[in-house]
């Protein structure tokens, strides 16, 4: 929606990329405002979808790959960008990395980690891709008995009450909650973990990436499974019927 205020961050965002001087831009959505971002932030190459003339025209490489064709998967949407940038046989595969200094930050936020842990998400952008309490409620109840390690409720503060609610309730040391992290402290977090489980979203796809198995859960009539879940690891996706967001949604952690 445009108001002045989201005018205002977009070009104060386009400020803050010009800084970074990029090399390459890869606009993995077809919305024109992607490509207008890259060419006014002075990024030289800019890869996006051959989707409608203001895309053609500030885009300098093309993916013809349509993202709204479920039966294919986002990874294969998004190696099509790598193709535009250079032939897939000349390049590796993409791979996740975790430097020393985000680990160590890691430690040093919450030291009462430990090796063994497996993470809940309870927070992300759209709330139409939050559980109920109850269900989260029920989900840490089950982890605690076929489980025997901590327990990482991922929040910000929006949802830390009731992250902290579900901690009382527990009854258990075992429980942390984690709402302060960077997005690097984050990647170092799900390196390593025993278990994800959460929506479609960000940190999803970065414990898939790291090959750590998941759960993950579509609670909305927008999302495919097919097209969304994760890739090239251990996982199980459920889906409700419209949208249905029953309070006992069936986590199989037993």
Known sequence: KLTKKTIRSYFALIFKVRTYKFDVFLGLWQNPRYAWLAFLAGIKMRVGHAFG??????????????????????????????????????CADPYL??????????????????????????????????????????????????YSGKI????????????????????????????????????????????FIGPDSGPLHIAAAFKRPC?????????????????TTHHVSLSSKDGNKDPFFPIPLE
């Not at 990482?152 to 949802?159: C, H, P, S």
């Not at 309730?169 to 390593?192: F, N, P, V, W």
Request: glycine residues 0%.
């Open 97 to 146: 990395t975790v430097q020393k200094s985000w680990s160590d930050s890691l430690i040093v936020k919450y030291p009462d980690l430990g090796s063994d842990y497996c993470c809940v998400q309870m927070d992300v952008s759209e709330s139409a891709r939050l559980l109920p309490l109850a269900s989260y409620l029920q989900i840490v109840h089950t982890l605690q008995k076929v």
């Open 215 to 231: 759960i993950d859960y579509f609670i909305n009539d927008i999302q495919e499974p097919l097209h969304w879940s994760p890739w």
């Open 53 to 90: 003339l203001i895309n053609r025209v500030l885009y300098t490489r093309f993916t013809s790959i349509n993202r709204l064709d479920f039966m294919s998967h986002q990874v294969d949407w998004n190696r099509s960008f790598l193709q535009a940038l250079a032939p897939l046989s000349d």
């Open 152 to 195: 990482v409720l991922i929040v910000t503060q929006k949802t830390k009450e009731n992250a902290q609610f579900i901690r009382e309730r527990a009854q258990s040391q075992r429980i942390l909650i984690m709402d302060t992290l960077t997005i690097t402290e984050l990647t170092a977090l799900l390196e390593k973990c025993d278990l």
